[in-house]
């Protein structure tokens, strides 16, 4: 290997070292540009991967750099690899990376990880194949093109020999590496786990209770930390008597975490932490500490009145995103209008586990143990907080237990390092609290959106104008930004209607609590106001829901989105209209005879490049109460790598979409935010939840690998209330449902 | 006052405050951290263990309440991770995140105990303390059903 090969070689972490062969870091075709959700704290392109390696046994050693929060991901892309490499599932071990810029991005959100890595993981797996052939080959003295690997061997056909990679390492790592344009990728005939998919490779660990969460990671000698955040987003620390916390038993001692400061960022909240010698100990010193808090700017928050001021911006002309024909003059000589206002409150993530966080700081550096989404953007926060380097803060990433956008925000993180700093180097884990959780989130914004259509004699649109008001995540990196930034692409300027006179507008709107990304994140306001006034506009004209959509998509065309969701891929509407038919058909919607509190609803959207429609049943009892005994869902994500894995998300998706709709609501007053566990932020329970999703994967594989995780979300609460109106006549237009029905 | 208790078959010695919840002993100190903290007030059901043969919240049961009885924590349920249920939930493929499922397996296995063979019904109704966030109720029912019909879905 060359000099270059070497010292790559040194920078890898724990995991590839004791490999007898690594891959030379190279650039790789499949780099794009992302528009949508681009991580604000960490644009840089992916660049210079390293993801897979040998050991002299054969055994192949492949990195998973994204983070396993429930999607499979841990899995899925080693599996790409594995099988582009010819190698034998049996005979991969997985590691997990920790958090470096050579693997390229690593944040694991935006439903990207295979769409952004599939081709990146094949390239060097592809690369890796090359070089295992070229060994066999002149051991054997015949020509590469010959000889080809499967089931962990290399084969020559003709003379029947064969090699396994452990034969063949040493050698192989001595081959030329092949230069990218010649790179040969195997038919998909060939291959033997994508698109089959193979069982996760954490399943013995979880259901025995072995799998490390970010929760159960332990160092020796560490501390526990609980902290006491400001209850006002901007509020400070004024006072502190901590003279009883430091009587609980168990309780060392309390540390102060600085304010924040502008702009926001992931950073820390600040407050006060009660260091333990256990998590129990840390909670029961946090209920004896007395703080003041200083006033803060957003003390006069408070929900309703916050949503009036959304409203009022979403009834007035705002900002224009997009603008076709000519909106006005068309309102003005129409026979009919339609117009119709929805509002959808904060939502917090609530992964089942709470922030936690391990950091040590020692001599300027810190290692840190987490459960996040981002370990690069731990690098960054941690370094930031404690005044080093990002390159020294080694980020190890442990299983996630949930995510949900949570844990790409690094603020729990960076205290466990400050902390420790302050303890002159003593490891801390820091544990949040459910109430932690639930009041000092980064919450899924509160929106209100504004629809008015003019209309023709059959009930179409001639013109349609939207306006959508919410704060923005921009907000969180820049304090003066008012504007929704890359969430309007999410399902708003993306409407996809072949409407010529459309114009879309955003509303101005300040933050006053913490703002993020949540799965599916704008989508699920824009597909709820969207698909709620379509439906509307269907019934107003009297025609089947699923008919009248397809008539607002009209023509099969393909156009760019603006802004666009991502380059290289357009909109086409053909694979929209294709899994709304196909839902229509898999859920019987054209037979089913809806009767007084039992009906189907149905709704279709575009979201992380992936085209999800689903028909939702619903069954309303006397007392308003909703179940929802069945949800068709039909998905076109292009080419699928682990098909299992995919449907077991849009199930629970579904889950997710219901409880949505149906209950979760963050509210606050005073500042303050009111919920505070799941007594009072409430989530769907398994007597809740759909009790029977089915979930159609369209088989597209010529189309390229597109979101998962996320686009199965919004398509759900637009559903169940278009299901609510037709079985009850009782049009939803806030979320949640709650007890609207009752 | 010192607590006697058994935990996953082993004899356990506890000298601290007897207000700890079961859960931290269980997690700080014994280093079994199978057993999920997930909202410390009784209500998603990621802690449950059994008490004596019955699920119960691990945070809501303090030391003093276990003192004299029998412990079960995800990690005694099999000696090789071959309980019915674990063998169902991976033969379901039920966990996405996994982190609740601890919680999940230990409910549905004390459920097992006094309803054989339960219906969607007397599922729901055990379960419903339980919560998945990444919503895979409907393999946990379905895997429930499979242990109960001998690995048979």
Request: proline share 5%; with cysteine.
């Amino acid at each position: 290997m060359n000099a270059t090969a070497l010292n790559r070689r040194s920078f890898l972490g724990t995991a590839l070292s004791a490999s007898a062969f690594v891959l030379v870091a190279r650039a790789l075709p499949g780099g794009e540009t992302e528009v949508a959700l681009a991580d604000a704290l960490n644009g840089a392109a992916w660049h210079l991967p390293i993801y897979m390696g040998l050991d002299a046994d054969g055994t192949v050693v492949v990195i998973a750099h994204r983070s396993e929060m429930g999607t499979g991901i841990r899995t899925s892309l080693p599996m790409v690899a594995a099988d582009e490499l010819g190698a034998d599932w049996k005979r991969v071990r997985i590691e997990q990376a920790i958090g470096d810029k050579k693997y390229g991005d690593q944040n694991t959100d935006g439903s990207k990880s295979v769409r952004d890595f599939y081709t990146p993981l094949r390239a060097e797996a592809a690369t890796a194949r090359m070089m295992l052939e070229s060994a066999a080959a002149q051991k054997w003295g015949v020509p590469a093109s010959e000889c080809s690997a499967q089931n962990h061997q290399v084969v020559h056909a003709k003379s029947g020999r064969k090699a396994d990679f452990g034969e063949l390492v040493a050698s192989a790592a001595q081959q030329p590496l092949p230069k990218n344009d010649d790179l040969k990728f195997k038919a998909a005939s060939e291959y033997r786990y994508i698109g089959k998919g193979v069982p996760i490779t954490d399943m013995n660990a979880i259901v025995t209770g072995k799998g490390v969460f970010g929760m159960d990671a332990a160092v020796p000698g560490m501390v526990y930390a609980s902290v006491e955040h400001p209850p006002v987003f901007g509020s400070t620390v004024k006072s502190l008597d901590d003279a009883d916390a430091k009587k609980v038993a168990g309780v060392s001692q309390t540390l102060r975490i600085p304010p924040l400061k502008l702009p926001y960022g992931f950073q820390p909240l600040g407050g006060v932490a009660v260091i333990a010698d256990n998590t129990w100990a840390a909670f029961q010193g946090r209920k004896k500490l007395n703080v003041q808090w200083t006033e803060s700017a957003h003390d006069s928050h408070e929900s309703a009145a916050y949503r009036k001021t959304l409203e009022a911006a979403s009834a007035t002309a705002a900002h224009v995103e997009r603008n076709e024909g000519d909106v006005d003059a068309a309102f003005s000589s129409a026979a009919g209008t339609h117009e119709a206002a929805y509002y959808a409150p904060y939502l917090a993530h609530a992964p089942m586990e709470p922030p936690v966080a391990i950091a040590q700081y020692q001599d300027g550096k810190v290692t840190a143990w987490a459960p996040t989404q981002n370990p690069q953007a731990v690098q960054d926060t941690v370094a930031a907080a404690v005044g080093c380097k990002p390159a020294d803060v080694v980020c190890n990433v442990t299983l996630l237990g949930g995510g949900f956008g949570r844990k790409s925000k690094t603020d729990y993180v960076a205290e466990a390092a400050m902390l420790s700093k302050q303890l002159g180097g003593k490891p801390v884990k820091v544990v949040w609290s459910r109430e932690d959780d639930i009041k000092f989130d980064f919450y899924h914004s509160s929106s209100s959106t504004y629809f008015k259509a003019a209309l023709d004699a059959k009930g179409r649109p001639t013109a349609w104008l939207q306006r959508s008001t919410f704060p923005s995540i921009m907000a969180m990196f820049d304090p003066n930004a008012r504007y929704g930034g890359f969430s309007l692409g999410m399902g708003f300027t993306d409407v996809p209607f072949e409407i010529a006179n459309f114009r879309a507008e955003n509303g101005a709107a300040e933050a006053h609590v913490r703002i993020g990304w949540l799965r599916s994140v704008a989508n699920i306001y824009h597909a709820f106001g969207v698909q709620s006034f379509a439906d509307e506009l269907a019934q107003k004209a009297g025609r089947d829901r699923v008919e009248y959509l397809l008539d607002l998509i009209g023509s099969d065309r393909n156009f760019v989105t603006n802004p666009p969701q991502m380059k290289g891929f357009d909109f086409e509407t053909a694979r929209l209209k294709r899994v709304l038919t196909q839902v229509a058909e898999q859920s019987g919607w054209a037979k089913f005879k809806p009767s007084k509190g039992h009906a189907l609803g149905v709704a279709v959207h575009r979201s992380f490049l992936t085209y999800v429609a689903s028909v939702v049943e619903v069954v309303i009892d006397d007392n308003g109460k909703v179940k929802i005994p069945r949800v068709d869902t039909v998905v076109d994500a292009g080419l699928v790598v682990n098909p299992e894995r995919a449907k077991s998300q849009f199930e629970g998706a579904a889950v997710f979409g219901a409880g949505i709709a149906l209950m979760s609501e963050i509210t606050a007053a005073n500042g303050r935010i009111k919920q505070s566990n799941f007594n009072d932020y409430r989530v769907a329970r398994i007597n809740e939840a759909p009790v029977d999703v089915r979930v159609t994967i369209v088989k597209n594989d010529s189309a390229p690998p597109a979101g998962i995780g996320e686009p199965g979300v919004p398509p759900i609460a637009p559903a169940i209330t278009s299901a609510i109106f037709a079985a009850t006549g009782k049009r939803i237009r806030e979320l949640p449902v709650k007890s609207q029905l009752a | 006052m010192s607590i006697q208790l058994q935990v996953n078959g082993a004899a356990r010695q506890f000298d601290g405050d007897p207000e700890m919840p079961l859960l931290w002993y269980l997690r700080d100190l014994l280093q079994l951290t199978g057993t999920k903290f997930g909202c410390g007030a009784g209500l998603c059901g990621a802690c449950t263990v059994h008490l004596n043969g019955e699920a119960v919240r691990a945070c809501q049961t303090p030391l003093k309440e276990a003192a004299g009885k029998k412990v079960l924590t995800i990690e005694g349920l099999s000696t090789h991770g071959d309980h019915p249920l674990q063998k169902a939930w991976a033969a379901a493929n039920v966990p996405q995140c996994g982190y609740c499922q601890s919680g999940q397996i230990m409910q549905a296995a004390a459920l097992l105990k006094t309803h054989a063979k339960p219906s969607d019904t007397q599922i729901d109704d055990a379960m419903q303390g339980n919560i998945c966030r990444c919503g895979t109720y409907q393999r946990i029912r379905q895997a429930i059903h499979m242990a109960a019909n001998g690995g048979k879905a």
